[in-house]
């Protein structure tokens, strides 16, 4: 496993802390959290969608919370000790997690759906006005260079 070494960005850069500490923690291992699966992918040039399944999870057991530039997905299923019959084979998880995605700036979530087991979390990026692109018109200078004014500096 190979580990970088950010100090070098701390010396030199303001405000990429965060940046580097999420780069570190991408690169170590998954700790074998891999229920429940989840897939990311982009529906525009500035909308996502994660679809995740979540079987047997009803909307009520279901909790998404965004907070500063995380997105937290809990589910918690209430006990099923009222089934009737005894598992021979319990192959469908139905246990507790939470999920979290870190979201870029101006990343917000438009809305949730839940369908055929799969929950559906659309997002979607917007910039500020004064972070978009934006024309400036060239004007004509009432100066000259010459320092002259107007016709009437000239005629004096």
């Known amino acids: ?3 970088f070494d950010f100090s070098p960005l701390y010396r030199t850069s303001v405000g990429f802390d965060r940046l580097a500490s999420m780069l570190s923690s991408a690169t170590r291992l998954d700790q074998g959290n891999s229920y429940p699966p989840y897939n990311i992918r982009s529906t525009g040039e ?8 979540v079987a ?6 279901l909790d998404i919370t965004t907070e500063q530039s995380r997105l937290v997905i809990t589910g918690k299923r209430a006990d099923d000790s009222d089934e009737e019959g005894e598992y021979l084979h319990r192959g469908i998880a139905t246990r507790s997690f939470e999920r979290r995605f870190n979201l870029a700036d101006h990343v917000r979530v438009v809305g949730a759906s839940l369908e055929n087991g799969l929950l559906h979390i659309s997002l979607e990026r917007e910039l500020p006005e004064v ?6 018109e060239i004007g004509r200078s009432s100066a000259r260079l010459t320092g002259v004014n107007s016709k009437e500096d000239i005629a004096a």
């Open 1 to 3: 496993m190979t580990t």
């Open 56 to 61: 047997g999870f009803a909307e009520a057991d």
């Open 131 to 136: 972070m978009k692109p934006r024309t400036i």
């Open 46 to 53: 500035d909308h996502y969608q994660i679809s995740m399944a």
